[in-house]
């Protein structure tokens, strides 16, 4: 699978009516408000980065990595189907 390394991906998380429901996310210093995620391939490091997007639309300082294997991918992607399927509309 290739992947353009520069080809990074976005999700921004529903708009809310109220800051207190916001997503939160822990990063370097302490936790911050969370508006979306950044998705960001790294092929040549074999990695995709998982960072939340603070509610300045700025990168915040925390992320994750998960390896660059299609098993491992599809693996996360079918739990997260899994949650989705557990939501209320």
């Given at each position: 699978?290739?992947?353009?390394?520069?080809?990074?991906l976005t999700?921004?998380?529903?708009p809310v009516?109220?800051?207190?429901?916001?997503?939160?996310?822990?990063?370097?210093?302490?936790?911050?408000?969370?508006?979306?995620?950044?998705?960001?391939?790294?092929e040549s490091?074999?990695?995709?980065?998982?960072?939340?997007?603070?509610?300045?639309?700025?990168?915040?300082?925390?992320?994750?990595?998960?390896?660059?294997?299609?098993?491992?991918?599809?693996?996360?992607?079918?739990?997260?189907?899994?949650?989705?399927?557990?939501?209320?509309?």
């Amino acid at each position: 699978m290739t992947i353009n390394p520069t080809a990074s991906l976005t999700v921004d998380f529903p708009p809310v009516a109220n800051r207190d429901d916001m997503m939160d996310a822990l990063g370097r210093n302490d936790w911050f408000r969370s508006i979306g995620l950044h998705i960001l391939p790294m092929e040549s490091q074999r990695r995709i980065r998982l960072e939340p997007v603070n509610s300045r639309g700025n990168i915040g300082r925390c992320a994750i990595e998960l390896p660059m294997d299609e098993k491992v991918l599809r693996a996360v992607a079918a739990k997260l189907l899994v949650l989705a399927g557990q939501c209320t509309p």
